[in-house]
């Protein structure tokens, strides 16, 4: 009987496909290696999950070539990716793939150099003919890449590259792909002729003024240039020609954190609720098992600190620490602060790495020689060998949620990972999470508290304003007022907007009610297309705009941008400095960090956000904070809007004040007695998060349910809705078998944002108290749509978050 393997490929289908291994292979098959096989009609890349033999009877087709010298993963790691398949109902090789982000190798070039000790051996002419020839090669070319090597001479793989290497004959170095990895930018610096007072300057005042801050800053970077002057593009070249500027190129650093300052942080004296949780901690530690916390402490009051310290506990131990971040970039403080305690036994793993980066931190962790990993979401799959303790900070952050397959949740995985590794867990946050803390009330969490903000800092002071009583403006007269007189007094202002609703949002404004579905109680949507209000959870649909639910007035639509706020902003304060973040001027990590740098020196009076500004920023010059409409996140068409609204505001409200000055922070809302409003202005988490537990409960949603959201999309709308439509009748027909009520369906319905990206896009979502039954049924279902129609893409989302 020959030897097989089973090879896991990053597509949906099978689990994994087995194949035989040509004999001058076979000395380099491991599990956890990378391979090359023939796929269908093409080659794929996939990962070998298994050893064993050949089914009897059938043919297998050969691997083409082995990829790896080392394994990705061990048996270890492998169980707990499998989880994550099964869990997530996503195959093998797409979950592998995931966990072994871009260029973990295949962008990279290797370098082939032949040893003394191959020139001996090829001397001593001990190798077969073929191997001869090959090293031959090698040693007549100095060095070489291996994918010359493999173009070059007929029947060479990699893995005889490998097992040359195993032999001592040649070294493999790694080198980037330069050509696409190295990134620069323009930087304008004063041309040789520069002269402000120069008779060619007259009367040209844009590109005078934008001499003059060149002239100033010495070396401008073009995009921070467009950031405050706009379109620069029709000056530069005029400017440049005249000699008045120079372009220049620089790399541009892929290390966003590289310019922080690392003056040392000096642990602080525990504070006595810091003291507490951080024993309870460390016992889990020295005892090395598995022990989840919940750590909820409001804003400032010290999490990161009891974080440090546990993990300075873990390494004394000789273990190693995984720490979860929402968003790297987010959080340039919290990994300064790393750096200052750790030095470099610290990797920060983050989207700015280039593919060598990566690599290189990826080997260091899984050799063990950095102490700390930090990083977003997938930070999860780091290889570390020998975790501790597993920290994520600010565990309610969606963003912890993956949107594509696997739509893995890096808080949840966090859980299995402790378990299966022996670690303590502590997850973080001012605002737990509803599920989270329905986890600690059952006590599968410990629940650790810090009440208070250290050093006696006070929390700031909110006020709301009720707009159903002010003039229909975007600014009530409270926050224009407060806005005016903290330019007045040199301070700044941070202005928050969810936009991330939608602007078919439908308010009364008489008495501030959001129409609601009947059947589901998340907000119904307005849609201009078909003039229709519409209910993307269960697909209700109507033409007819209802009066309010609650005072029979007309509804209208709430919708307002960021940019509306800054023109009315700058039309209020006209002399003040007025910047807008989102993730349309924000994109890109330097810029970030740029907006935040202008930020602490002051260059900014006014910043106008999105959720980014509401990240753990520490801002000591911010003294007001004006939410512009807490209603925009309260009618997101989905059950978490009241958690989310609250996260918001508490989060919000904690950028303020944080310096000597006591904040003072404005929300306006034509829902000021709404609950999730109520309890973020009194700072009050434990009352929001029980009145919300009860809501679940009544409403069936999670923590009370488990949900799973079945996504398709496709080109065609008739074929996708027919599609979508026959998973529907085969849905209720499956469930129909069980127990009435075991299994409930919603929808299926089209998304709020129907298309994107010409795809046509639908959902159906599940809905059980029984995970094992839906999960089953979640499968067939998956099974039985696999067949219908091969142009319509479907996935489930196991836990989903976004229903977008
Ligand atoms: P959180 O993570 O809860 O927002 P941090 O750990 O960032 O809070 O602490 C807020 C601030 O208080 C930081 O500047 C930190 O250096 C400081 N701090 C933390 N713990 C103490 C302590 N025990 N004594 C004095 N200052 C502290
Ligand atoms: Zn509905």
């Given at each position: 009987?020959?030897?097989?393997?089973?090879?896991?490929?990053?597509?949906?289908?099978?689990?994994?496909?087995?194949?035989?291994?040509?004999?001058?292979?076979?000395?380099?098959?491991?599990?956890?290696?990378?391979?090359?096989?023939?796929?269908?009609?093409?080659?794929?890349?996939?990962?070998?999950?298994?050893?064993?033999?050949?089914?009897?009877?059938?043919?297998?087709?050969?691997?083409?070539?082995?990829?790896?010298?080392?394994?990705?993963?061990?048996?270890?790691?492998?169980?707990?990716?499998?989880?994550?398949?099964?869990?997530?109902?996503?195959?093998?090789?797409?979950?592998?793939?995931?966990?072994?982000?871009?260029?973990?190798?295949?962008?990279?070039?290797?370098?082939?150099?032949?040893?003394?000790?191959?020139?001996?051996?090829?001397?001593?002419?001990?190798?077969?003919?073929?191997?001869?020839?090959?090293?031959?090669?090698?040693?007549?070319?100095?060095?070489?890449?291996?994918?010359?090597?493999?173009?070059?001479?007929?029947?060479?793989?990699?893995?005889?590259?490998?097992?040359?290497?195993?032999?001592?004959?040649?070294?493999?170095?790694?080198?980037?792909?330069?050509?696409?990895?190295?990134?620069?930018?323009?930087?304008?610096?004063?041309?040789?002729?520069?002269?402000?007072?120069?008779?060619?300057?007259?009367?040209?005042?844009?590109?005078?003024?934008?001499?003059?801050?060149?002239?100033?800053?010495?070396?401008?970077?073009?995009?921070?240039?467009?950031?405050?002057?706009?379109?620069?593009?029709?000056?530069?070249?005029?400017?440049?020609?005249?000699?008045?500027?120079?372009?220049?190129?620089?790399?541009?650093?892929?290390?966003?954190?590289?310019?922080?300052?690392?003056?040392?942080?000096?642990?602080?004296?525990?504070?006595?609720?810091?003291?507490?949780?951080?024993?309870?901690?460390?016992?889990?530690?020295?005892?090395?098992?598995?022990?989840?916390?919940?750590?909820?402490?409001?804003?400032?009051?010290?999490?990161?600190?009891?974080?440090?310290?546990?993990?300075?506990?873990?390494?004394?131990?000789?273990?190693?620490?995984?720490?979860?971040?929402?968003?790297?970039?987010?959080?340039?403080?919290?990994?300064?602060?790393?750096?200052?305690?750790?030095?470099?036994?610290?990797?920060?793993?983050?989207?700015?790495?280039?593919?060598?980066?990566?690599?290189?931190?990826?080997?260091?962790?899984?050799?063990?020689?950095?102490?700390?990993?930090?990083?977003?979401?997938?930070?999860?799959?780091?290889?570390?060998?020998?975790?501790?303790?597993?920290?994520?900070?600010?565990?309610?952050?969606?963003?912890?949620?993956?949107?594509?397959?696997?739509?893995?949740?890096?808080?949840?995985?966090?859980?299995?990972?402790?378990?299966?590794?022996?670690?303590?867990?502590?997850?973080?946050?001012a605002t737990?999470?509803?599920?989270?803390?329905?986890?600690?009330?059952?006590?599968?969490?410990?629940?650790?508290?810090?009440?208070?903000?250290?050093?006696?800092?006070?929390l700031?002071?909110i006020?709301v304003?009720?707009?159903?009583?002010?003039?229909?403006?975007?600014?009530?007269?409270?926050?224009?007022?407060?806005?005016?007189?903290?330019?007045?007094?040199?301070?700044?202002?941070?202005?928050?907007?969810?936009?991330?609703?939608?602007?078919?949002?439908?308010?009364?404004?008489?008495?501030?009610?959001?129409?609601?579905?009947?059947?589901?109680?998340?907000?119904?949507?307005?849609?201009?297309?078909?003039?229709?209000?519409?209910?993307?959870?269960?697909?209700?649909?109507?033409?007819?705009?209802?009066?309010?639910?609650?005072?029979?007035?007309?509804?209208?639509?709430?919708?307002?941008?960021?940019?509306?706020?800054?023109?009315?902003?700058?039309?209020?304060?006209?002399?003040?400095?007025?910047?807008?973040?989102?993730?349309?001027?924000?994109?890109?990590?330097?810029?970030?960090?740029?907006?935040?740098?202008?930020?602490?020196?002051?260059?900014?009076?006014?910043?106008?956000?999105?959720?980014?500004?509401?990240?753990?920023?520490?801002?000591?010059?911010?003294?007001?904070?004006?939410v512009?409409?807490a209603?925009?996140s309260?009618?997101?068409?989905?059950?978490?809007?009241g958690e989310r609204t609250f996260q918001l505001v508490t989060q919000v409200a904690g950028?303020?004040?944080?310096?000597?000055?006591?904040?003072?922070v404005?929300v306006?809302s034509?829902?000021p007695?709404h609950p999730s409003i109520v309890y973020a202005t009194t700072q009050d988490s434990?009352a929001f998060?029980?009145?919300?537990?009860?809501?679940?409960?009544?409403?069936?949603?999670?923590?009370?349910?488990?949900?799973?959201?079945?996504?398709?999309?496709?080109?065609?709308?008739?074929?996708?809705?027919?599609?979508?439509?026959?998973?529907?009748?085969?849905?209720?027909?499956?469930?129909?078998?069980?127990?009435?009520?075991?299994?409930?369906?919603?929808?299926?319905?089209?998304?709020?944002?129907?298309?994107?990206?010409?795809?046509?896009?639908?959902?159906?979502?599940?809905?059980?108290?029984?995970?094992?039954?839906?999960?089953?049924?979640?499968?067939?279902?998956?099974?039985?749509?696999?067949?219908?129609?091969?142009?319509?893409?479907?996935?489930?989302?196991?836990?989903?978050?976004?229903?977008?």
């Amino acid at each position: 009987m020959d030897e097989s393997i089973q090879v896991a490929v990053p597509i949906p289908g099978e689990q994994y496909y087995s194949y035989s291994v040509p004999e001058h292979l076979a000395d380099g098959v491991k599990v956890g290696k990378r391979v090359l096989v023939p796929f269908r009609n093409r080659r794929s890349i996939g990962f070998i999950v298994g050893t064993g033999d050949a089914p009897s009877g059938i043919k297998l087709r050969d691997i083409i070539d082995i990829i790896d010298e080392e394994p990705l993963f061990d048996q270890r790691r492998l169980e707990f990716l499998k989880w994550v398949s099964q869990y997530y109902i996503c195959t093998l090789g797409i979950v592998l793939k995931a966990a072994h982000p871009g260029g973990l190798g295949v962008s990279l070039r290797r370098l082939i150099k032949i040893t003394e000790n191959g020139v001996r051996t090829l001397d001593e002419s001990r190798l077969t003919a073929h191997e001869a020839h090959v090293l031959n090669t090698i040693y007549n070319s100095g060095e070489i890449t291996s994918q010359k090597l493999l173009n070059l001479v007929e029947n060479t793989s990699n893995e005889l590259l490998n097992s040359f290497k195993r032999r001592g004959l040649i070294e493999i170095s790694y080198e980037i792909d330069s050509d696409t990895k190295i990134k620069t930018e323009k930087i304008i610096v004063a041309g040789d002729g520069a002269n402000l007072q120069s008779k060619l300057l007259e009367r040209k005042y844009a590109k005078a003024e934008i001499l003059e801050f060149v002239l100033t800053h010495r070396r401008v970077p073009l995009s921070y240039l467009k950031e405050i002057f706009g379109n620069v593009g029709a000056h530069l070249p005029w400017l440049e020609e005249k000699e008045f500027i120079k372009i220049e190129y620089q790399e541009i650093s892929r290390d966003p954190f590289a310019d922080i300052d690392l003056s040392d942080d000096k642990p602080h004296k525990l504070t006595l609720d810091q003291e507490i949780a951080f024993e309870k901690i460390s016992v889990a530690v020295n005892e090395g098992e598995y022990a989840p916390f919940l750590l909820h402490g409001v804003t400032g009051s010290g999490k990161t600190e009891v974080y440090l310290r546990v993990i300075q506990e873990a390494i004394a131990k000789g273990k190693e620490a995984l720490v979860l971040v929402p968003e790297i970039s987010l959080t340039p403080q919290l990994v300064k602060r790393f750096r200052a305690r750790f030095g470099n036994q610290v990797a920060v793993i983050h989207s700015a790495l280039s593919d060598g980066e990566r690599f290189d931190a990826w080997r260091m962790a899984s050799r063990g020689e950095v102490k700390v990993v930090i990083g977003a979401r997938s930070a999860i799959f780091a290889p570390l060998s020998n975790i501790g303790i597993i920290i994520v900070d600010e565990e309610h952050e969606n963003s912890y949620k993956q949107e594509e397959a696997p739509a893995y949740n890096a808080r949840d995985l966090s859980l299995v990972l402790g378990r299966m590794t022996n670690s303590a867990v502590i997850l973080g946050s001012a605002t737990p999470c509803v599920e989270s803390y329905s986890n600690a009330l059952k006590n599968r969490y410990t629940y650790l508290t810090l009440p208070l903000r250290v050093e006696d800092r006070s929390l700031p002071k909110i006020e709301v304003v009720d707009m159903k009583k002010e003039a229909g403006e975007i600014f009530s007269e409270m926050l224009k007022r407060s806005l005016i007189s903290n330019f007045e007094d040199g301070k700044q202002t941070i202005l928050f907007l969810n936009r991330r609703g939608y602007s078919g949002l439908l308010i009364c404004h008489s008495c501030g009610e959001i129409l609601k579905c009947p059947n589901c109680t998340v907000s119904l949507t307005y849609h201009v297309e078909d003039k229709s209000i519409k209910c993307h959870m269960c697909g209700l649909s109507e033409r007819t705009i209802p009066n309010c639910q609650n005072c029979g007035e007309g509804v209208k639509g709430l919708g307002i941008g960021t940019q509306k706020v800054e023109e009315e902003v700058k039309r209020i304060l006209p002399n003040s400095t007025v910047a807008r973040m989102d993730r349309d001027t924000a994109s890109g990590k330097n810029k970030l960090m740029r907006l935040y740098s202008r930020l602490e020196r002051g260059e900014i009076d006014v910043l106008i956000g999105t959720q980014m500004v509401a990240k753990g920023h520490d801002l000591p010059g911010v003294t007001l904070v004006g939410v512009i409409s807490a209603d925009i996140s309260l009618g997101i068409p989905d059950f978490r809007s009241g958690e989310r609204t609250f996260q918001l505001v508490t989060q919000v409200a904690g950028r303020s004040g944080r310096g000597d000055h006591p904040g003072v922070v404005i929300v306006q809302s034509y829902n000021p007695d709404h609950p999730s409003i109520v309890y973020a202005t009194t700072q009050d988490s434990k009352a929001f998060l029980e009145q919300e537990l009860k809501l679940r409960e009544q409403l069936k949603y999670p923590p009370s349910s488990r949900l799973v959201n079945i996504r398709f999309s496709g080109i065609i709308e008739q074929d996708t809705e027919s599609v979508v439509r026959e998973s529907g009748k085969l849905a209720r027909a499956m469930i129909s078998k069980l127990p009435v009520g075991a299994v409930e369906i919603l929808g299926p319905s089209p998304c709020p944002i129907y298309k994107i990206r010409n795809r046509f896009r639908f959902q159906m979502l599940l809905k059980s108290s029984n995970s094992a039954m839906l999960h089953s049924i979640s499968r067939q279902l998956l099974t039985a749509i696999s067949k219908m129609s091969s142009n319509v893409r479907y996935s489930a989302d196991v836990d989903p978050y976004y229903f977008s």
